[in-house]
């Protein structure tokens, strides 16, 4: 299975994307496609459609904008559940101690990742970011 995984602006400024993917490895999750993105809005608007119209989606904007995000697809069993366990609430003062978030995050909008909620959310996030790339198929 397939979980699509986003180190954010904030991760990315503090150079945590290594700490991050070797957790999702020490977890047995597999990378199986790896891409840096440069701050784009039309692409941001459209990959966070689903919160258009929300009060924190103009800000939320502007905090992905300030850099360049990695993104990632993880794969082992249970994918989608076992990421979100490993990142954490969204606010990270709520997160459970050892998650990504409680560790390294700061804020509801500067919480280090994105994580897909779903297994339709991963197929439709891994679509939008790796469309017409080659996926690596891990062995899990």
Do not use: Q, W
């Not at 993880?74 to 459970?96: F, Y």
Request: charge should be neutral; charged fraction near 30%.
């Amino acid at each position: 299975m397939r979980t699509c995984l986003l180190i954010k602006p904030d991760g990315v400024s503090k150079r945590l994307v290594g700490k991050v993917l070797s957790r999702f490895e020490e977890e047995g999750f597999a990378v199986a496609a790896l891409r840096v993105l440069p701050p784009d809005r039309a692409f941001l608007e459209s990959f966070y459609s689903m919160h258009r119209g929300k009060p924190f989606f103009g800000p939320f904007l502007e905090f992905m904008l300030e850099g360049p995000s990695v993104a990632a697809v993880l794969e082992r069993e249970d994918a989608v559940a076992r990421c979100r366990k490993i990142i954490g609430a969204t606010d990270p003062g709520s997160a459970e101690p050892g998650t990504l978030r409680a560790l390294f995050g700061t804020d509801n909008r500067r919480n280090l990742v994105h994580a897909s909620d779903s297994a339709e959310s991963a197929r439709r996030e891994i679509e939008i970011l790796f469309a017409g790339e080659e996926l690596e198929t891990a062995k899990i």
